[in-house]
Structures are given as structure tokens and as C-alpha cells.
């Protein structure tokens, strides 16, 4: 039996724009902080006096950490507000800003992207689980807007990021932050409403040491060192064994017993997982044609923004057709434009491999707003941050995989080609746990429902 916090203040009704800018107000530098930085790395190495492959760790630290971070800070907004996990993840990336900005070795800034990381991954989960309570009755809507802002920012941080290193020097990439994060900060505090009353727990700290080992273990055996993923398999049947034992778990294993979370969770991954691998194939083919670099940011660009688009479209369209149309689409229009663009893209056509960037874009994006929706719908109000949390995870999770399938098949032989088929195909398959919609309720389905 729970003892019921009474400290936080009523819900009050705030409208819903000025909610869904709050939020997407502390939570796009996330994305922009992950693909701003990629097109300054040259110019860190050279600054910092190191070669590029120790300076990719200022990227795979951010990832790394948010992969670790979100489902416990999921949780943890789950027992002690959102609101509260949302402005220390703010205060957090702030903080990891300035430093990062000010940094004098590549430790010191590899360190201080960790904070950024901590800091992102505590704001994101919260921020979306904060808009599963309060706009249920809207949210397709409301995540086709955020996803569609949120993907734009992404697709827009190479080039703000080429802009802010010209202008000043590759720690402009963190000083801008400081503004955006300010005004962040003073609207969550003046907009989010107070949670509701929740139940008194105290924090599962061996459950969460278990949950980061084992997703350090299992992204960085990802990426790079296949030989921890043995270890990774027993750390995740400790943490499953411990967590069944708790009374307030911080991820509770049995929401995986139902059919649309479990569908919806691995369908993100393996979104994800084609996205990326479009993201990162797409230049090595057009460098191969001997073109300008120029011209894969143009194609990538285009992919991004459509992508963007038809993430807002996407939620439109889930209020009209069922979800697993949607998601059954979005794998067929991924499998059908990645045997395409392995055909197309040597061509020298530029304005052929436009127009399938745009189809593949339209792919990535109309079936993304469905999968979020049934994660956070197939689940109560009050499990709605460790729901956001484990999303993002799967997601990360796949974005990790396709760097590390490209990293060991070099050369794109005719294999990459045949794993990304076999995912698109198994995306198809995993569509069909999308059984229609989901009921707009608090009520989670009943385990092995569908969707």
C-alpha cells in the first residue's frame, strides 16, 4: 500500500499551443545538439590538437548517455513530477552548455557532453509524458506538431552549425543554447502545470545501476565491441529478475506482455534503424559518383524535411485510417525507396535522387507519429514517463545498430543491402500488432490486446 504525496498543486488548465511550445521549446536543442555538432568535428579535432576518431566521442558520449538516461528519468517523473525532472534536465543542459563552451581539452568537453546528455535525456521523456497527461484527448495532433518541429530542428542543425562555427569558432555551437535554454526555463516554470498527487516510493537504485550497465554494455557492444553484448544478456536477465520482485519497478516487464507496446517499441527500432542508414549510406554513394559533398547535404536535407512533414501529416491521417495502415505504409514506402536508391543514386541524376529522397523521407516520417501514440497510449497516465523513456531507448537503440551494421560491412557490399531489406520486411510483420485505434483512455489495454 502507497502513502500519496499531497504537495504539488491541482492541474490548471493552460492552453494547449502554449503547452506544446513550452515543451517544444526545452526539448529541441536535444536533436539539434546531436546534429549540429557532427559538421564541426574537423574543426574540434584540429582546435583541441586530436585526430577525428577520438573526437567522435563527443558524439557517441551524447547518444550513450541518452540511450542510459531517459527510461530512468521516465520513471523517476512517473513518482516525482514531470515537471520538476523536466526543469533539472533544463537546469542540467544549461550547465553542460557552458561548460562544454568553455572547454580546453577534448576530456574536459567529452565530459561536459555527458552533463548535456544527462541533462537532455531527464527533459525529453518528461516533456512528452507531460503532454500524454495533460492533451490525451489530442494526442496524435499534438505528437505530429512536436514530431515535425522536433525533425526540422534535427534537419536544420548541420547548417546552423556550419553557420555558428564560421561566425564563432566551433564553441558557438553551445553558446548559442544559453538564450534558448533561459527562455526555456523561465516559460516551464511559468506554464507547466503541477502534477497530480502520486505515490510515495523510494527510488529503485539497483535497478537502475542494473538498467545502465546494461545499456552501456549493449550500445557500446553495438557499436564497437560486439564481445560486451555477453554481458549485456546477463545484466538484462538480472534486471528483469530483480525488477519483477519490486513493488514500484522502475521498468515494469510485464507492459512488454502487451501486443501494440511490444509492436510499437520494436517498430521504432527498426524505423530508426532504416532512417539512419539512409542518413549515413546517402554520402559514401554520392562521394563514390565523385560529386560534390554539397550535394548529399542537399539530398539529406530534402529526406529530413519531408520526413518532418509527413510526421505532422502522419498524425492527421491517424485520426482517419488505422494505425497499422499507417505503420504498414511507412515499412512498405522504406523497403520499396532503399532497393530504389541503390539503383538510382549512381545514375547521376541529380533530380532523380531527389524525388526519391522526398519518397524515402515520406516513409520516415507517416508512420512515426502512430508508433509514439500507441507506446504512450498503451499504457496508463501514470506509467506515461517510463512508456516516453523505453521509446526513446528502442529508438536510440536502433539509430546505434545501423552505425555499427555500416561500420563493419564496409564498401556497402550487396549484404547491407539484403539486412536492410530483411529489417524493412520485418518492420512490415511487426505492423501488424497495429490493430486499429487505440481508445482514448487512461486505462492501458488488456495484456495481448491489439491495437
Not at 347 to 355: D, F, G, K, Q, R
Not at 405 to 419: D, H, M, Q
Amino acid at each position: 500500500m502507497h502513502t500519496f504525496r499531497t504537495d504539488e498543486a491541482p492541474r490548471r488548465e493552460v492552453r494547449p499551443a502554449l503547452l506544446i511550445l513550452t515543451v517544444v521549446m526545452g526539448s529541441i536543442l536535444v536533436p539539434l545538439n546531436s546534429s549540429m555538432i557532427a559538421v564541426d568535428l574537423p574543426d574540434i579535432a584540429r582546435s583541441l590538437g586530436h585526430g577525428l576518431a577520438a573526437t567522435v566521442w563527443v558524439v557517441s558520449v551524447y547518444l550513450i548517455v541518452m540511450a542510459v538516461v531517459q527510461p530512468i528519468a521516465g520513471r523517476t517523473g512517473d513518482l516525482y513530477g514531470h515537471r520538476r525532472i523536466f526543469l533539472a534536465g533544463l537546469g542540467l543542459f544549461l550547465v553542460g552548455s557552458l561548460l562544454a563552451a568553455t572547454s580546453q581539452n577534448l576530456s574536459e568537453l567529452i565530459l561536459y557532453r555527458a552533463v548535456q546528455a544527462l541533462g537532455g535525456g531527464m527533459a525529453g521523456p518528461n516533456g512528452t509524458a507531460i503532454l500524454r497527461r495533460q492533451l490525451a484527448e489530442k494526442l496524435p495532433r499534438v505528437l505530429g506538431t512536436v514530431g515535425m518541429v522536433m525533425g526540422a530542428g534535427a534537419a536544420a542543425g548541420p547548417l546552423i552549425g556550419a553557420v555558428l562555427v564560421v561566425a564563432f569558432g566551433w564553441s558557438g555551437i553551445f553558446w548559442i543554447n544559453v538564450p534558448i535554454l533561459a527562455v526555456a526555463i523561465v516559460m516551464a516554470v511559468l506554464v507547466l502545470p503541477r502534477s497530480d498527487a502520486m505515490p510515495a516510493a523510494r527510488p529503485d537504485v539497483t535497478g537502475s545501476m542494473l538498467l545502465a550497465g546494461l545499456l552501456v554494455l549493449l550500445t557500446v557492444g553495438i557499436r564497437s565491441h560486439p564481445s560486451l553484448l555477453a554481458g549485456a544478456a546477463v545484466l538484462l536477465a538480472a534486471f528483469v529478475w530483480w525488477e519483477r520482485r519490486r513493488p514500484t519497478p522502475l521498468i515494469d516487464v510485464s507492459l512488454f506482455r502487451s501486443a501494440p507496446f511490444r509492436a510499437s517499441n520494436f517498430a521504432v527500432a527498426l524505423q530508426n534503424f532504416l532512417m539512419y542508414s539512409v542518413l549515413l549510406t546517402t554520402p559514401v554513394l554520392v562521394a563514390r559518383q565523385h560529386e560534390p559533398i554539397a550535394l548529399s547535404g542537399f539530398y539529406l536535407l530534402l529526406f529530413s524535411l519531408t520526413g518532418s512533414v509527413f510526421s505532422f501529416v502522419g498524425g492527421r491521417l491517424s485520426e482517419r485510417f488505422s494505425r497499422r495502415a499507417l505503420v504498414s505504409a511507412a515499412f512498405l514506402i522504406s523497403l520499396v525507396t532503399l532497393c530504389g536508391l541503390t539503383l538510382v543514386l549512381p545514375l547521376h541524376n541529380s533530380y532523380l535522387n531527389a524525388i526519391w529522397m522526398i519518397v524515402a523521407g515520406v516513409g520516415s516520417g507517416i508512420g512515426g507519429v502512430s508508433i509514439q501514440a500507441t507506446t504512450l497510449q498503451s499504457v496508463d497516465r501514470s506509467r506515461a514517463g517510463m512508456a516516453a523513456g523505453i521509446y526513446s531507448t528502442f529508438r536510440y537503440l536502433g539509430s546505434t545498430l545501423a552505425a555499427a551494421v555500416l561500420a563493419s560491412l564496409p564498401g556497402l557490399p550487396v549484404l547491407f543491402l539484403v539486412i536492410l531489406v530483411a529489417a524493412a520486411v520485418i518492420g512490415l510483420v511487426a505492423a501488424q500488432g497495429f490493430r486499429g485505434f487505440l481508445p482514448m483512455t487512461d486505462s492501458p489495454p488488456a495484456p495481448g490486446a491489439g491495437v
